[in-house]
């Protein structure tokens, strides 16, 4: 059985920080691309960040560079994603999802999704 499971996160002030982790099982995990979305109240899901199989390239939404850093752990299958700088615009439910091939940015490219956690940020 495919499972993606979201950890991480929670409650944070503005400027602060949270560690999200998927970890994932029932696959080839490193064959698979992995991307974080997010989805807040009242707004299309997004694309956040996402990693290659073999972690070689990364691609992150610019309303995060320089802000949030995705990286995989192979041998762990899971893959964390560092957010710094938190603002309350990143309140959302994240999720981890995973594909064969590439790195997309549009959601429908993906195969497999955790359940989210939820992230919020207080003002």
């Known amino acids: 059985e495919v499972q993606l499971v979201e950890s991480g996160g929670g409650l944070v002030q503005a400027g602060g920080s949270l560690r999200l982790s998927c970890a994932a099982s029932?696959?080839?995990?490193?064959?698979?691309?992995i991307g974080w979305f997010r989805h807040a109240p009242g707004k299309e899901r997004e694309f956040v960040a996402g990693?290659?199989?073999?972690?070689?390239?990364?691609d992150y939404a610019d309303s995060v560079k320089g802000r949030f850093a995705i990286s995989r752990d192979d041998a762990q299958n899971t893959v964390t994603l560092q957010m710094n700088s938190l603002n309350p615009e990143d309140a959302a439910v994240y999720y981890c999802?995973?594909?064969?091939?590439?790195?997309?940015?549009?959601?429908?490219?993906?195969?497999?999704w955790g359940q989210g956690t939820q992230v919020t940020v207080s003002s």
């Open positions: 990693i290659n199989w073999g972690g070689g390239r990364t």
């Open positions: 999802a995973a594909k064969s091939g590439a790195i997309v940015t549009w959601d429908t490219g993906y195969d497999y």
């Open positions: 029932g696959f080839t995990f490193a064959d698979y691309a």
